[in-house]
Nanobody, 114 residues
Framework: QVQLVESGGGLVQAGGSLRLSCAAS????????MGWYRQPPEKQRELVATITTRGRTIYADSVKGRFTISTDNAKNTVYLQMNSLKPEDTAVYYC????????WGQGTQVTVSS
């Protein structure tokens, strides 16, 4: 069974930084794509960033230039470095792993105060 465990969320002031981690229970090469989604309060879940096993990345327009997705294959971990955070980045952030099916983590709360 696939397990994804997120960590690194918290409360930060606008302009600050956080790094989210997603540790997978198996090699991330088991998946075609890994990524991060978020769900702001009372809104639908939305794409933040994804990365393929070949290192191809996709970012939401709202985070381009501020967020960076990366992987540590030896640790089976995907990271999301978030800089210049804004109050509108406040959301529950979910890790995704995809291979035939979508596997989700439990989510980690990120709150950005103004």
């Amino acid at each position: 069974q696939v397990q994804l465990v997120e960590s690194g969320g918290g409360l930060v002031q606008a302009g600050g930084s956080l790094r989210l981690s997603c540790a997978a229970s198996r090699s991330i090469f088991s998946y075609n794509t890994m990524g991060w989604y978020r769900q702001p309060p009372e809104k639908q879940r939305e794409l933040v960033a994804t990365i393929t096993t070949r290192g191809r990345t996709i970012y939401a327009d709202s985070v381009k230039g501020r967020f960076t997705i990366s992987t540590d294959n030896a640790k089976n971990t995907v990271y999301l470095q978030m800089n210049s955070l804004k109050p509108e980045d406040t959301a529950v952030y979910y890790c995704l792993a995809h291979r035939n099916f979508d596997y989700w983590g439990q989510g980690t709360q990120v709150t950005v105060s103004s």
